[in-house]
């Protein structure tokens, strides 16, 4: 089992900033793949970016340029910075890890872009 709190969200303003924040209860060395996502009303949930316990990173493309994936070890801790911040980026963002074949999702956390 792993679980996952995430923390960060709230509301900012067009070409604002947040770190969302992803703390795990296992170490992060033990967790294959640490992502991402977001669901917007109305739509799909989808990919945001994922990080590999070997540091791999990636982006889908709306984000790219904008927002950083990156881990903190010492802490069980994913970081999810994001720059430039846009009313399409409004979202509840959750936390997924891949432990195995097993996946593990936080509860999310809203994050709201006034234009």
């Known amino acids: 089992q792993v679980q996952l709190v995430e923390s960060g969200g709230g509301l900012v303003q067009a070409g604002g900033s947040l770190r969302l924040s992803c703390a795990t209860s296992?170490?992060?060395?033990?967790?294959?793949?640490m992502g991402w996502y977001r669901q917007a009303p109305g739509k799909q949930r989808e990919l945001v970016a994922f990080?590999?316990?070997?540091?791999?990173?990636n982006y889908a493309d709306s984000v790219k340029g904008r927002f950083t994936i990156s881990s903190d070890n010492a802490k069980n801790t994913v970081y999810l910075q994001m720059n430039s911040l846009k009313p399409e980026d409004t979202a509840v963002y959750y936390c997924?890890?891949?432990?195995?074949?097993?996946?593990?999702w936080g509860q999310g956390t809203q994050v709201t872009v006034s234009s």
């Open positions: 990080i590999t316990s070997g540091g791999r990173t």
């Open positions: 296992r170490s992060i060395f033990s967790i294959s793949t």
């Open positions: 997924n890890a891949l432990r195995g074949a097993a996946g593990y």
